[in-house]
């Protein structure tokens, strides 16, 4: 029983701490390719224009 | 037939505006702590005398309102209505008694920007306010972006099946757990866990860029609790602009992005559903509202040469764009500039931006991007059945944590707050233009007050005439309570009045 509860424990701070990862890095990954691609985006049709 | 309030009902409301009033003046006992470690006497005092008449008046209105009558729709709505505007005239003592503010309507003005989250100040010198002050300026944000009746709620009410309504009345209507008040305490849980993270980074960076440890440490706090809350307080007048640091900037975009995600977001990615990031229609759509955003925003600068370096210069447009479109409100720029330098393009996608805002059940204001997704959806829904045969039968889905149904519920409830606080912009940018203000710049401020952000473009000020700093107040009042809730304060004062 307490082996079982020691490894739900261990398995919610794993996905916690995962889930925190992906949170932090997921959203600054998007945004820094979106503001990459605007960029270029603007860049280019700016020289062109 | 309109049915008159008795006694009872009143009694319900004055018992939780009471619990709520005795939660805010036990949170002075912060800024009262900070006082007396700094060693600030006159703060002390303030805040002595300030939680002193907070308490007394929550607890005699919890003694002499106590009622065993169950919580309705209507009370929810008025308790959380009028909780906002109480708790900001309460927040406002301390503010008002340390001489920084002109005026008890300039502290009233800041006070429910803290609170609302939005971030216009008028305080006469930010730099020089004492610690304790400033304690009280950001922590009032953390209390307003979690929701003053949600910490309420968790620390002071015994669960009961009333808790949804108080909640739902401060503009929130997502249950994340089954019980209100476990969903309360997760909420509370998940900020505090940032709030540990972000003020370690945050106070790591600012150190090493040469603060002194206390002060990196202190500010680091702050912004914190104001970025996290989509607030936009600083301590210092020049917002992050004072601080001339890349990696500050680079943290506080990652700190406000995750403040405008859902908590029922939160909740599913930390339980393991990762997949939810990428899935998640709030999150497709902030993204790519950013990206075109992005594209106006660099497209105005570089037509107008406003900065010497490209780096520069999306360094500038991105921060300013994230934080219009988070509803944060941190600058780094004056606000002269903005207006005179950026050009009506820019502008233009900030005000776009800014009232898009952020997440449902999150700390940000605004719209709301769930519900444009909604609307564009039903309109796709709408243009596919003009193709169609008329016996087809159509059905539109929706990610958001979990798959759902469009139905007309659901896009009347989302048209009718859109349509609201476009209502509201363009009537605050009346207001302003009556007032002498060129309409843009009035349209501008507007925007800002009621999706509470809390950017300026410098009409916002101490001098700025008392008629419209209540008409902002007003605006900033009601864009946090998604207006529901004042409408519900307007039918209870209607059925006190009218009914029978």
Redesign the interface.
């Known amino acids: 029983m307490a082996k079982r509860r020691a490894a739900s424990g261990w398995r919610t701070l794993w996905?916690?701490c995962?889930?925190?990862l992906?949170?932090?890095l997921?959203?600054?990954a998007?945004?820094a390719g979106?503001?990459l691609?605007?960029?270029a985006?603007?860049?280019v049709?700016?020289h062109a224009h | 037939m309109l049915i008159k309030p008795r006694l009872e009902d009143h009694k319900i409301v004055g018992f939780y505006l009471g619990t709520v009033l005795v939660g805010l003046g036990a949170a002075m006992g912060i800024p009262l702590l900070t006082a007396l470690c700094f060693r600030e006497w006159n703060p002390l005092l303030d805040y002595s005398l300030s939680g002193a008449i907070t308490l007394s008046l929550g607890f005699a209105l919890r003694l002499s309102c106590f009622t065993k009558k169950e919580i309705g729709w209507l009370h929810g709505l008025t308790v959380a209505a009028l909780s906002w505007l109480v708790a900001a005239l309460m927040a406002a003592l301390p503010l008002y008694f340390s001489g920084g503010f002109g005026s008890y309507l300039d502290a009233l003005f800041e006070a429910m920007n803290a609170l609302a989250t939005a971030g216009f100040s008028l305080v006469r010198d930010l730099d020089h306010l004492a610690v304790a002050h400033n304690m009280w300026r950001h922590l009032l944000m953390l209390l307003g972006g979690q929701g003053i009746v949600v910490i309420a709620l968790s620390m002071l009410v015994r669960a009961g099946a009333g808790g949804f309504k108080l909640y739902a009345g401060e503009g929130r209507d997502e249950r994340i757990l089954p019980n209100i008040l476990h969903t309360a305490r997760f909420i509370c849980l998940i900020s505090s866990?940032f709030l540990v993270?972000g003020t370690a980074v945050l106070a790591l960076i600012l150190w090493s860029e040469g603060l002194p440890p206390v002060k990196a440490l202190l500010h680091g706090l702050w912004l914190f609790m104001a970025g996290f809350h989509t607030g936009g307080f600083t301590p210092q007048t020049q917002s992050i602009l004072y601080y001339h640091s890349w990696r500050l900037e680079l943290a506080l975009?990652?700190l406000i992005?995750?403040g405008i995600?859902n908590f029922h977001l939160?909740y599913a990615?930390?339980?393991?559903d990762?997949k939810e990031?990428?899935r998640n229609i709030e999150?497709n759509i902030f993204?790519l509202s950013?990206?075109l955003g992005?594209?106006l925003v660099?497209?105005a600068l570089?037509?107008r040469q406003v900065y010497p370096g490209?780096l520069a210069m999306?360094r500038k447009g991105?921060f300013l764009l994230?934080s219009a479109h988070t509803s944060t409100g941190y600058t780094t720029l004056y606000p002269a500039q903005l207006f005179r330098e950026w050009g009506q393009l820019a502008l233009l996608a900030l005000m776009t931006a800014m009232s898009l805002g952020g997440s449902v059940c999150s700390t940000a204001g605004g719209i709301k991007i769930l519900r444009l997704g909604l609307i564009g959806k039903a309109l796709r829904q709408d243009v596919q059945r003009l193709l169609l045969p008329d016996n087809a039968v159509l059905a539109e889905k929706y990610h958001h944590i979990k798959d759902a149904f469009l139905n007309d519920k659901i896009v009347r409830g989302a048209a009718l707050i859109t349509l609201l606080y476009l209502a509201v912009f363009l009537l605050g940018a009346v207001a302003g233009v009556c007032y002498g203000y060129p309409f843009f710049a009035a349209l501008f401020e507007s925007i800002s007050a009621t999706s509470n952000t809390g950017l300026s473009c410098g009409i916002i000020n101490p001098a700025l005439p008392a008629g419209l700093k209540i008409i902002y107040l007003l605006q900033i009042w009601a864009g946090r309570l998604e207006f529901i809730a004042i409408f519900g304060l307007l039918a209870y004062g209607w059925s006190c009045w009218r009914g029978k």
Do not use: D
């Open positions: 996905l916690g995962t889930g925190l992906a949170e932090l997921y959203p600054l998007l945004l979106v503001f691609l605007a960029a985006l603007t860049l049709l700016s | 866990l993270l975009l990652g992005i995750l995600f939160h990615v930390l339980s393991g990762k990031l990428r999150l993204f950013v990206l992005a594209f660099f497209w570089i037509q490209l999306f991105s994230i």
